[in-house]
């Protein structure tokens, strides 16, 4: 199994399932352009009255074909871009970013978890006139989206370092027309899908701090700066829900000394990197405060001590943490 595992990568190395980068961009471009028929056709398949006849379908596969098919349908795009479907989340299973189910639910932003969360809603009090199902489709349309954004962030770094900032920009761009419809933005900022695309719970360890040696290696100082910004303070919010959520069920306080071993024993891959994208900021501040300069850029806006004392949690562990697979 492992074997077959690493083959894969390899396949995927240099290009997602054999498509090239511009492809993909050009696909998501496609689109961004037949946004509002995208939007009509999900209302109509998921949402409308005829959606509400298909209300008893629970399989989370069935739905994701469906919200596909609303995409790919509408969009009208040529035989190579119908062949990308569903190529870049196979590319990023097969980078080692497997994910764990433990309960049933979506451990990610997923428009199908929103498909089936709006259904259980609005068959338990009433379901929205025209309007707002509309106003909801737009919504499933922008996770949608993300969602390949995300996975494209990833791709960046197929055919080498030297291309990923340029390609990294090209993401934006996109981001930014998604953006441009009005509605508040999930993301603004490409450099923060980087580290949204590695956030669900996976069974690997290698995959993420292989992304690092990339990020490591690649792009100027304030954009790689960025990067471990977004990577810390993501990090730093899911270890802080996780202390709330460990000291309510065990009724201890925060720093009781049980409510952190749980923490140490469950969160070690995210105790990890935490540490790791807080090292180059806590670097790059020291340096800049040896030069005289406070504020430097690309490092305003992150509150460093703060981001230190967040990470208390991962001081002085007691004994060897586990994680899901040390691979």
Same mark, same amino acid.
């Given at each position: 199994?492992?074997?077959?595992?690493?083959?894969?990568?390899?396949?995927?190395?240099?290009?997602?399932? !054999?498509?090239?980068?511009?492809?993909?961009?050009?696909?998501?471009?496609?689109?961004?352009?037949?946004?509002?028929?995208?939007?009509?056709?999900?209302?109509?398949?998921?949402?409308?009255?005829?959606?509400?006849?298909?209300?008893?379908?629970?399989?989370?596969?069935?739905?994701?074909?469906?919200?596909?098919?609303?995409?790919?349908?509408?969009?009208?795009?040529?035989?190579?871009?119908?062949?990308?479907?569903?190529?870049?989340?196979?590319?990023?299973?097969?980078?080692?970013?497997?994910?764990?189910?433990?309960?049933?639910?979506?451990?990610?932003?997923?428009?199908?978890?929103?498909?089936?969360?709006?259904?259980?809603?609005?068959?338990?009090?009433?379901?929205?006139?025209?309007? !707002?199902?509309?106003?909801?489709?737009?919504?499933?349309?922008?996770?949608?989206?993300?969602?390949?954004?995300?996975?494209?962030?990833?791709?960046?770094?197929?055919?080498?370092?030297?291309?990923?900032?340029?390609?990294?920009?090209?993401?934006?761009?996109?981001?930014?027309?998604?953006?441009?419809? !009005?509605?508040?933005?999930?993301?603004?900022?490409?450099?923060?899908?980087?580290?949204?695309?590695?956030?669900?719970?996976?069974?690997?360890?290698?995959?993420?701090?292989?992304?690092?040696?990339?990020?490591?290696?690649?792009?100027?100082?304030?954009?790689?700066?960025?990067?471990?910004?977004?990577?810390?303070?993501?990090?730093?919010?899911?270890?802080?829900?996780?202390?709330?959520?460990?000291?309510?069920?065990? !009724?201890?306080?925060?720093?009781?000394?049980?409510?952190?071993?749980?923490?140490?024993?469950?969160?070690?891959?995210?105790?990890?990197?935490?540490?790791?994208?807080?090292?180059?900021?806590?670097?790059?501040?020291?340096?800049?405060?040896?030069?005289?300069?406070?504020?430097?850029?690309?490092?305003?806006?992150?509150?460093?001590?703060?981001?230190?004392?967040?990470?208390?949690?991962?001081?002085?562990?007691?004994?060897?943490?586990?994680?899901?697979?040390?691979?």
């Amino acid at each position: 199994m492992k074997s077959l595992y690493f083959r894969r990568s390899r396949q995927c190395s240099v290009r997602p399932m !054999g498509f090239a980068f511009s492809a993909h961009t050009g696909l998501l471009e496609q689109f961004l352009a037949r946004r509002q028929e995208i939007v009509d056709h999900i209302e109509r398949q998921l949402l409308s009255a005829r959606g509400k006849a298909f209300g008893k379908i629970t399989d989370r596969g069935l739905l994701d074909d469906m919200l596909t098919r609303c995409f790919f349908e509408s969009a009208a795009p040529s035989r190579q871009a119908s062949q990308l479907k569903g190529t870049l989340a196979a590319a990023h299973i097969a980078d080692g970013f497997e994910p764990v189910r433990t309960d049933g639910y979506s451990r990610e932003l997923d428009p199908v978890e929103l498909v089936l969360r709006a259904r259980h809603k609005w068959d338990s009090d009433r379901w929205p006139g025209k309007n !707002g199902r509309i106003a909801y489709a737009q919504n499933l349309y922008a996770v949608f989206m993300l969602r390949h954004l995300q996975h494209l962030s990833l791709r960046i770094w197929d055919d080498g370092k030297d291309t990923a900032a340029q390609r990294l920009q090209e993401v934006q761009h996109l981001l930014d027309l998604l953006n441009a419809a !009005g509605a508040a933005p999930i993301v603004r900022d490409a450099r923060w899908l980087i580290q949204t695309a590695q956030g669900p719970l996976t069974r690997h360890l290698k995959p993420y701090f292989k992304v690092a040696d990339r990020i490591a290696g690649s792009f100027a100082d304030s954009d790689r700066l960025e990067i471990h910004k977004a990577g810390a303070a993501l990090a730093g919010g899911h270890l802080r829900s996780q202390l709330r959520h460990r000291s309510r069920e065990t !009724g201890q306080t925060f720093d009781h000394p049980q409510v952190l071993a749980l923490m140490r024993l469950s969160s070690a891959m995210d105790i990890a990197l935490l540490v790791r994208d807080l090292v180059p900021l806590l670097h790059a501040y020291s340096e800049a405060r040896k030069a005289g300069r406070r504020h430097a850029a690309g490092i305003g806006g992150c509150d460093h001590s703060r981001a230190v004392r967040r990470s208390r949690v991962a001081s002085h562990p007691p004994g060897s943490p586990r994680s899901v697979d040390h691979d």
